[in-house]
């Protein structure tokens, strides 16, 4: 089955620095890679989604990049503020019948400011 | 209105009893799913049912049952609970191969 790992498990940056989240997926059949931001005590939610036939994809401060040669994909928040910072959490997903998501392990983010 | 809404939110009790909580979406989906995240926040899929239909069965433990009424609902029952069954549950919904699964705000189960 699908396997998601997840880097770093932790990171800490400066107010207004970029942070880089990457994961790797292990089956190529997946075609779904969605990224959740988790705050203390409350649900995930969504914050930007990316389709293998797609290679990257913009919303405001946060971005994601795909490369499905190599199974992996990113998450980029530039010019970060205290509130980015939460769990997030990477998933990738094969379509098929279930819509079954498997998540990584997550990363902290801290932003000091 | 909350699209995912789950009940209770917080539930304690102790071990060896069976509780249930509640998950309802309006977002009119046809999948739902219930997801344990643990104390180091590791987020697992349990079940996925999908009109009612049981489709993801992830080797959760038997004391698990879960119930779907109707689409729009999906309980989970819990019997005989452990120590180890202390996490918080999430349930979300979404389509089969569509839409971005939505969560609920998690109800934390905690075992004394």
């Known amino acids: 089955g699908e396997n998601v790992e997840q880097h770093p498990s932790t990171l800490s940056v400066q107010e207004g620095d970029s942070a880089v989240i990457k994961c790797t997926y292990s089956d190529s059949a997946s075609n779904y890679f969605p990224w959740y931001k988790q705050e203390l005590g409350k649900r995930p939610q969504l914050i930007i989604d990316i389709r293998s036939n797609v290679g990257e994809k913009k919303d405001q401060r946060i971005a994601v990049t795909l490369n499905k040669t190599a199974k992996h994909f990113s998450l980029h928040i530039t010019e970060t503020q205290p509130e980015d910072s939460a769990v997030y959490f990477c998933?990738?997903?094969?379509?098929?019948?279930?819509?079954?998501?498997?998540f990584g392990a997550g990363t902290i983010l801290r932003v000091k400011s | 209105d909350t699209a995912v809404s789950q009940t209770p939110k917080y539930l304690v009790t102790q071990m060896g009893n069976d509780k249930s909580i509640k998950c309802e979406q309006n977002l009119g989906h046809d999948t739902m799913y219930w997801y344990k995240q643990d104390s180091k926040k590791f987020l697992k899929i349990m079940f996925s049912?999908?009109?009612?239909?049981?489709?993801i069965n992830e080797t959760v433990p038997n004391r698990f049952s879960p119930k779907s009424p109707d689409k729009a609902h999906l309980n989970l029952h819990i019997n005989s609970l452990e120590l180890g069954d202390s996490a918080v549950y999430f349930c979300?919904?979404?389509?089969?191969?569509?839409?971005?699964?939505?969560f609920g705000d998690g109800t934390r189960l905690s075992i004394l």
């Open positions: 049912y999908n009109n009612k239909e049981l489709i």
């Open positions: 979300a919904s979404g389509d089969p191969v569509g839409q971005p699964q939505h």
């Open positions: 998933a990738a997903r094969k379509v098929e019948y279930g819509n079954k998501l498997v």
